[in-house]
C-alpha cells in the first residue's frame, strides 16, 4: 500500500465509506490516537480513541451498524508530497440504517502523519460543526447529487452544482464555500 499522506487521506475516506475495518486500521499507526470534537448533539462519538484497532472499530465497524449509502468528500486540493500534517473541510452524506433518515454534516479533519518509508496515519481529529437530519423521502435527491461529485477530493464550486434546495443543505455548503 502506497503511503503517502494523501494516500492515506483516501484510503481512509473509502474504509469507512465502503465498511473495510481492515483497511482502516493499516492506515493508522499502532498507537495512534483519534479525537473527536462534536459542536451538535444530533450525533455522538467516543471523545478520544486510541489505538488502530480501536479507531477502526469506531470508525468502520460501529460506523457501519448504523449508517448506509455514506459519501464523504475532503472539500479541498489534496496534501502534496510527504507533509507531516494537513488539514481540510469535509461533507458527507449519509442515510441511517434503522430509520433511513438522511444525515449531511460538514466539518474539519486534521492530520499529523509519521514519517518514514512506511507513513502512518499518528493522529487524526474529527470535528463534527454541523450535522442535518432530514427526511427519507429525500434519499433519491441527496444521491443523484453526490453521486456523480469528484470523489474523495471534491473543490468547494463543484459541491453547488445540482445540490438540491434544501435549507439545512444550503447551511453546509456556505461552511464549506
Not at 74 to 101: I, Q
Not at 113 to 134: E, W, Y
Not at 146 to 165: D, E, F, K, R
Request: include cysteine; hydrophobic fraction near 45%; glycine fraction near 6%.
Amino acid at each position: 500500500m502506497n503511503s503517502r499522506p494523501q494516500d492515506l487521506v483516501s484510503g481512509y475516506v473509502r474504509a469507512k465509506d465502503h465498511n473495510r475495518p481492515d483497511a482502516m486500521s493499516r492506515l493508522f499507526a499502532r498507537d495512534a490516537r483519534l479525537e473527536m470534537v462534536v459542536h451538535t448533539g444530533t450525533i455522538s462519538f467516543p471523545a478520544l480513541t486510541e489505538g488502530n484497532d480501536a479507531i477502526a472499530d469506531v470508525l468502520a465497524r460501529r460506523f457501519a451498524q448504523s449508517y448506509e449509502n455514506v459519501h464523504t468528500f475532503c472539500v479541498a486540493t489534496p496534501p502534496e508530497g510527504d507533509v507531516r500534517h494537513y488539514g481540510c473541510r469535509w461533507l458527507v452524506v449519509m442515510s441511517e440504517k434503522e430509520s433511513r433518515a438522511l444525515r449531511v454534516g460538514c466539518g474539519r479533519y486534521d492530520w499529523a502523519f509519521r514519517p518514514g518509508a512506511k507513513a502512518l496515519v499518528s493522529a487524526l481529529t474529527i470535528t463534527i460543526d454541523q450535522m442535518h437530519t432530514l427526511p427519507a423521502n429525500q434519499l433519491a435527491a441527496l444521491m443523484d447529487w453526490v453521486t456523480p461529485l469528484p470523489y474523495p477530493w471534491c473543490p468547494p464550486a463543484a459541491l453547488a452544482v445540482g445540490a438540491p434546495a434544501i435549507d439545512e443543505l444550503q447551511s453546509l455548503l456556505d461552511y464549506l464555500a
